[in-house]
Every structure is written in structure tokens, then in C-alpha cells.
């Protein structure tokens, strides 16, 4: 799962960056992108690790935790960027887009930022995957009750009649009516945390129904969905299935749904066939530590915005890719340098028992 990550958080960078190689990163797989598949690998992380020491009170507060420990990264994040854009001209200039309702009310802003609800262009993953993981005890307790099912058709349900009932707009985060909100349908989006969570538990528990995964047919019958589904996005194939609210990416739209699930169960059933696993050290670091490698992809695609609307506005698109590459290596760095330092705390206070 690190490696996939890794893998993720690269194609996010790439394409926020832009570059000639994001007519290859950009949703290279299907209708969904990286955004879609970081949350529901997360899902499937968290159930899998949480469900295996879940014990009642003392197993929902490490989900608890984990959302706490979210939410400090968003603030420290969203703090330097906005006393940046505050201070220095060239940054009040090119965020000035991102950024607006810091420009004009800025203690109002920082106020709502503090409660999540305004969320700035490429801030509004975390304050997401914070908000789920507070969902994450009950859907644990749901589990343990054997009674997961309900919570499935309750998510699909709600993911379904959302657009009729628009439950979005009664929601808390229109108290700010000029705030910049979650450019992804939070009541859209939580069917992947629910089916990512259930799959995770699924795998915890060795499910029998993962046993069908398992086949070679199954395989081979997901491969020929997976290479249907890219015909129909390639365009080599026109249906009149294909339209905006179906493949909506805010909103979630069923062919976007149905492609990123066909694919992970591709994926999980190729990598039960080969039985390897593979090891590429740049995107293995890079993927456990994603919340540090996340939050500093955010500062720099800010930090260098100005740079790289000078080379996209030059047409510079090499260099606009090399520097994209850069940023990749310097993630990976900051990972690599993240976890060393884990490694000697961990080593000193082993030294340091008697």
C-alpha cells in the first residue's frame, strides 16, 4: 500500500504542477483521478489497521487521534501559507485566486479556517480525510456488530439521492456564504471511505468473499471491464452513458464510482496472483509518510507558483516538467529525512532504558 501511495502522491504533484506529462498522469487509468484513489487506499488503510486492534473505548481514540493530528498538520499548513500571502507582495499577487477571502477579511478567514470550513485551492483533501476519520469508530462499532451492510447501503443511499435533496446546501459549511468550500461533495465522496473502510476490515478479517478475488477468471473478468471502461474514456468507444453528471469528479458521478472500484479490485487481485511485493524506495518512503509529503507538496506548489506560471506562461513546458520532477525528489527527500529522524528518536530512548 506505500508503494501505491507513493505513487499517488507523485501523479498529484505532477499534475498540480503541470507540465506535458500531465496528458499521461491526469486520470491515466479511467474516470478518476489521484485525489479519488488517495482517499479510498486511506479508507482501506485505516480499516485494515484500525479494525485489528479495535476494543471498544480505547480503540475509537485512536481514530480520534489520528483526525487531531490531521487537523494540526492543515492548521500549521494553511498558517504559513496565509502569513506568507500577508507579508510578502509576490505571494499576494499569484495567490491572490486561491486566496481571496484571506485578502479581503483575513481575521474572519483565519477564523473559519481554524473550524475548516473555508478551505483554499489544494487544502481541502485533509480537512476531508479528518472528517471521515471521525466517522471511522462507528463504523468500526457497525462492524463489530456484524451489521456493516447497513452502513453501505446507507452510505450508497445518501451518495445516490444526495443531488436530489442537495444536502450539501444545508449544511454547516454554508454559515460563510463567502468562503471557499471543499471543491469535492463531502456526502458524494463518503462512499469511499465507507467501502474503502469495509474492504480494509474485509481483508483484516480474511474474508471468504475475498476468496473470489482470488481467481484467475475473476481476474482476467475485471481486466476485460477495466480495458471496457478506458475504451469508453479514451474515446475509442462512444456511448451516450457518458455524461457530465455521471462522470462528475466534484460530485462523484456513478462511471467515476464504478471505474476507481473495477480497478482497485483489479489491483487487489493481481497482487494476490503474483505475490510479490514490490519495492521502489523512493515512492515506499514517500507513502508512509504521505501526511508530512502531502502538506509540504501543498507549501511548495504555493511557493512556487510564481515560478511556474512564468515557465507555463512562456510556454517552457520542459522545464515547467523538470521542475515538477524536482519537486517528486524533493518530496522524497523530506520523507526519507522524516523517517530517519523517527528512527534515531526511537533509537535514543531504547538507549536510554536502563
Not at 475485471?222 to 462512444?238: A, D, H, P, R, T
Not at 452513458?241 to 489491483?267: D, H, M, P, Q
Not at 509529503?293 to 523538470?322: C, D, R, W
Request: glycine share 6%.
Amino acid at each position: 500500500m506505500d508503494l501505491i501511495r507513493g505513487c499517488l502522491l507523485t501523479l498529484m504533484t505532477i499534475n498540480h504542477l503541470n507540465g506535458w506529462w500531465v496528458k499521461y498522469t491526469w486520470q491515466p487509468f479511467g474516470y478518476f483521478s489521484a485525489a479519488e484513489g488517495f482517499v479510498m487506499l486511506s479508507a482501506v488503510t485505516a480499516g485494515w489497521i484500525y479494525s485489528r486492534s479495535f476494543n471498544g473505548l480505547n480503540g475509537s481514540l485512536k481514530p480520534l487521534n489520528r483526525a487531531l493530528t490531521l487537523y494540526k498538520y492543515q492548521i500549521v499548513t494553511i498558517g504559513i501559507i496565509s502569513g506568507l500571502f500577508l507579508t510578502f507582495p509576490i505571494y499576494g499577487e499569484s495567490w491572490v485566486r486561491w486566496l481571496r477571502p484571506l485578502q479581503l477579511d483575513a481575521q474572519r478567514t483565519l477564523f473559519m479556517e481554524a473550524l475548516l470550513i473555508q478551505q483554499p485551492k489544494h487544502l481541502d483533501i485533509i480537512p476531508m480525510y479528518a472528517g471521515f476519520m471521525l466517522l471511522l469508530p462507528l463504523l468500526l462499532w457497525i462492524s463489530k456488530l456484524k451489521l456493516y451492510w447497513i452502513a453501505i447501503c446507507a452510505s450508497l443511499l445518501l451518495w445516490y439521492f444526495d443531488p436530489y435533496i442537495a444536502v450539501r446546501r444545508f449544511s454547516i459549511f454554508n454559515l460563510c456564504g463567502d468562503c471557499q468550500y471543499s471543491y469535492f461533495n463531502w456526502f458524494r465522496w463518503q462512499v469511499l471511505w465507507v467501502l474503502g473502510v469495509g474492504l480494509g476490515i474485509a481483508i483484516t478479517k480474511r474474508a471468504s468473499f475475498l476468496k473470489v478475488l482470488q481467481r484467475p477468471l475473476i481476474t482476467i473478468a475485471l481486466l476485460g471491464v477495466f480495458v471496457l471502461l478506458y475504451s469508453i474514456k479514451s474515446q475509442w468507444l462512444e456511448l451516450p452513458i457518458v455524461t457530465k453528471a455521471n462522470v462528475s469528479r466534484e460530485n462523484l458521478g456513478w462511471l467515476r464510482l464504478v471505474s476507481l472500484l473495477n480497478f482497485s479490485l483489479l489491483i487487489y487481485s493481481i497482487f494476490y496472483l503474483v505475490r510479490r511485493s514490490v519495492k521502489l524506495p523512493l515512492l515506499n518512503v514517500m507513502g508512509r509518510n504521505s501526511l508530512q509529503v502531502f502538506s509540504v507538496q501543498v507549501l511548495l506548489i504555493y511557493l512556487l507558483k510564481p515560478l511556474n506560471e512564468f515557465l507555463m506562461g512562456n510556454k517552457y513546458s520542459i522545464a515547467s516538467t523538470a521542475l515538477a520532477l524536482l519537486v517528486v525528489l524533493m518530496l522524497a527527500a523530506v520523507a526519507w529525512l522524516y523517517e530517519s529522524r523517527l528512527k534515531n528518536i526511537k533509537r535514543t530512548r531504547v538507549a536510554a532504558v536502563p
